[in-house]
C-alpha cells in the first residue's frame, strides 16, 4: 500500500528512498538522513525515512527456503579471496554445513557482513532477486516500495450473520 517517497532535493534528488534501500550507497545515504536533527519542517520525512529503516528489516522476500518457507538468509563463506555464496535458509532450517559460513539476513543490515565493496555489491544482487527485483540494473520505484512495504491483508469475508439464540422454552412449573 502507498506510494515510494521520490527526493526533491539533494544529492539523490529524483530518487525515491525505497529504490536507495536497495543500492549499496543508497543505504548509506538513508542512514545518514535518518540522523538529521529533527526540525519542525522535517519532522514528516524524518518518520517516514526512520519508518522505512524500520520496515526495510523484513522486506517481503520471494526467495523460498529448501522446505517452501520464506528464505531469511543467505550462507555464505566469507574469505580474504573472494565469498562463496552457498543456500538459503528460513529460521527452522538454519543449520550451517561448517563452521566457516555464517548466516547473513537478507536485508540491508546484511550489508555490514562484507568488508568490499564489491561483495556488498553482490550481496545486494543477490538481496534484489530474492525480493523479486531484478539483479543489476534500473529499479522500480513502486516495485521497490512493494518489496519493502507488505500489500494490506485481504479482506475477511463478512461472516455470515448467526442465527439469534432459539429462546429458550419457558419452564413449565409443575
Ligand atoms: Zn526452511
Same mark, same amino acid.
Given at each position: 500500500?502507498?506510494?515510494?517517497?521520490?527526493?526533491? *532535493?539533494?544529492?539523490?534528488?529524483?530518487?525515491?528512498?525505497?529504490?536507495?534501500?536497495?543500492?549499496?550507497?543508497?543505504?548509506?545515504?538513508? %542512514?545518514?538522513?535518518?540522523?538529521?536533527?529533527?526540525?519542525? &519542517?522535517?519532522?514528516?520525512?524524518?518518520? %517516514?525515512? @526512520?519508518?522505512?529503516?524500520?520496515?526495510? %528489516?523484513?522486506?517481503?522476500?520471494?526467495?523460498?527456503?529448501?522446505?517452501?518457507?520464506?528464505?531469511?538468509?543467505? *550462507?555464505?563463506?566469507?574469505?580474504?579471496?573472494?565469498?562463496?555464496?552457498?543456500?538459503?535458509?528460513?529460521?527452522?532450517?538454519?543449520?550451517?554445513?561448517?563452521?566457516?559460513? *555464517?548466516?547473513?539476513?537478507?536485508?540491508?543490515?546484511?550489508? %555490514?557482513?562484507?568488508?568490499?565493496?564489491?561483495?556488498?555489491?553482490?550481496?545486494?544482487? &543477490?538481496? &534484489?532477486?530474492?525480493?523479486?527485483?531484478?539483479?543489476?540494473?534500473?529499479?522500480?520505484?513502486?516495485?521497490?516500495?512493494?518489496?519493502?512495504?507488505?500489500?494490506?491483508?485481504?479482506?475477511?469475508?463478512?461472516?455470515?450473520?448467526?442465527?439469534?439464540?432459539? @429462546?429458550?422454552?419457558?419452564?413449565?412449573?409443575?
Amino acid at each position: 500500500m502507498g506510494t515510494p517517497y521520490v527526493l526533491k *532535493s539533494g544529492d539523490n534528488a529524483g530518487k525515491a528512498l525505497e529504490v536507495l534501500m536497495f543500492q549499496v550507497d543508497g543505504v548509506g545515504a538513508v %542512514r545518514g538522513m535518518s540522523k538529521w536533527t529533527e526540525t519542525d &519542517r522535517n519532522s514528516g520525512f524524518l518518520r %517516514r525515512v @526512520k519508518g522505512l529503516l524500520e520496515r526495510a %528489516r523484513t522486506p517481503q522476500v520471494k526467495q523460498a527456503c529448501k522446505c517452501g518457507h520464506q528464505a531469511k538468509y543467505i *550462507s555464505v563463506t566469507i574469505k580474504v579471496d573472494g565469498v562463496g555464496w552457498h543456500d538459503y535458509h528460513c529460521d527452522s532450517c538454519k543449520v550451517l554445513r561448517n563452521s566457516d559460513t *555464517s548466516l547473513v539476513p537478507l536485508n540491508y543490515g546484511g550489508l %555490514r557482513h562484507f568488508g568490499v565493496k564489491i561483495d556488498k555489491k553482490l550481496f545486494m544482487q &543477490r538481496l &534484489r532477486s530474492a525480493c523479486g527485483l531484478p539483479a543489476k540494473g534500473r529499479l522500480n520505484a513502486q516495485a521497490c516500495h512493494d518489496a519493502i512495504y507488505p500489500a494490506p491483508a485481504p479482506k475477511p469475508k463478512p461472516e455470515p450473520r448467526p442465527e439469534p439464540p432459539a @429462546k429458550p422454552k419457558q419452564l413449565e412449573l409443575l
